[in-house]
């Protein structure tokens, strides 16, 4: 894992991965216990978008185009939002569904960094190769 975790208001933990994998984890609930519960895993791959994917067959682990290096941001509606490694970026229900994707120009670096929201636009900060981008959207997913 190379990303902070974002906490949901119901207290759920959502951790991205480089295995290619966004989880939700309940706290535990009974004391003493000290072990989460996973409530659901959103697999990135099943969801690659229309680009032709970039991939690295070198280092670093995530290279593959599949992981996550970014932390996620929670809506007010409590949707997550979470940039990839294949340069997609996802909006995922609270309850672990895809409610869309922007595709973001196609690089091996992909989405690292955490998007910022405001009230109308969500801001979904992109690497190129030849300079850093943006791009903003509401947070339907339209292009804004």
């Known amino acids: 894992m190379k990303a902070s975790p974002a906490l ?4 759920t933990v959502y951790i991205p991965s480089m295995n290619g994998k966004l989880y939700a984890v309940a706290p535990p ?16 791959a099943e969801f690659p978008g ?3 994917p970039l991939v690295s067959h070198s280092p670093p682990a995530g290279a593959d185009g599949i992981g996550s290096g970014a ?3 929670i809506g007010p509606d409590g949707a997550i ?5 294949n340069s997609n970026f996802y909006a995922i ?5 895809l409610e869309w994707l922007f595709e973001a120009e196609r690089e091996i670096a992909g989405i690292w960094s955490t998007a910022a929201l405001s009230a109308a636009v969500l801001q979904i900060p992109a690497i190129s190769r030849s300079a850093s981008k943006s791009h903003s959207s509401r947070p339907s997913g339209e292009i804004a």
């Open 81 to 85: 939002y979470v940039g990839a490694n």
């Open 8 to 11: 949901g208001q119901d207290g």
């Open 29 to 44: 609930t009974e004391a003493p216990k000290r072990t989460g519960t996973v409530r659901w895993t959103f697999r990135f």
């Open 71 to 73: 932390s996620p941001t």
């Open 50 to 52: 229309k680009g032709q």
């Open 93 to 97: 229900s609270p309850d672990g569904h």
